[in-house]
């Protein structure tokens, strides 16, 4: 890996990489959006077709349901940094290749050691597979945290999963109405 830089300087890093077959095929490399300096940071799975559009995670229909739940517990989406494991689409949204995810990782890693945050939040069961641990079962341990050391971890449904099986949003609710109450709690400490 290279010397840790700025963001700025990550992001010009990401936008020219090859290590993948997707940054040829990319219209936009979707790095991360949010405050620099978050708590609180979501991680998705890769950008969509929206994502690739505008160059910003988390637009299109799932991230307008993400919004809505943020909304819901009084999370504001410019206090905390939303990013995805790819930053390049793949083709027809199709699941990310472990070799696709193994050359994008190091960019994910750079942003969490810049930014710092203190919670790590993964969006669905890609992310919390390849993050929390590969033996991750979003039905069975979404909502719970686990500790990493300099942050605390959890998962929980992705937002294209909810839009879905609507009838897991009441799940969705009670999970990010306890990450914004430790997301407090770490405020005030
Ligand atoms: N799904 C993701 O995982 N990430 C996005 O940015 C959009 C949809």
């Not at 299109?60 to 999370?75: S, T």
């Not at 930014?115 to 590969?134: D, E, F, H, N």
């Not at 999963?161 to 109450?181: F, G, N, Q, T």
Request: net charge neutral; with cysteine.
């Amino acid at each position: 890996m290279e010397q840790m830089g700025t963001l700025d300087e990550l992001y010009a890093r990401c936008k020219a990489c090859d290590k993948c077959a997707l940054g040829a095929t990319k219209t936009n490399c979707v790095f991360g959006v949010g405050n620099p300096e978050a708590d609180l940071m979501f991680v998705g799975e890769a950008p969509g077709e929206q994502e690739d559009l505008s160059g910003t995670p988390f637009v299109g229909r799932a991230g307008q349901l993400f919004d809505r739940f943020l909304y819901a517990v009084g999370i504001d989406r410019s206090e905390v940094y939303i990013a995805n494991i790819l930053k390049c689409r793949p083709p027809k949204n199709r699941d990310p290749l472990p070799e696709e995810e193994d050359a994008c990782l190091d960019y994910l890693r750079e942003q969490v050691k810049i930014i710092k945050p203190r919670l790590i939040v993964c969006l669905g069961r890609i992310s919390a597979m390849r993050l929390i641990s590969p033996d991750f079962r979003i039905t069975r341990d979404h909502g719970k945290w686990f500790d990493k050391g300099a942050f605390s971890m959890c998962a929980v449904y992705h937002p294209s999963y909810l839009l879905r099986s609507p009838s897991k949003k009441e799940d969705m609710l009670v999970d990010m109405k306890a990450i914004k109450a430790r997301y407090d709690e770490i405020k005030t400490k």
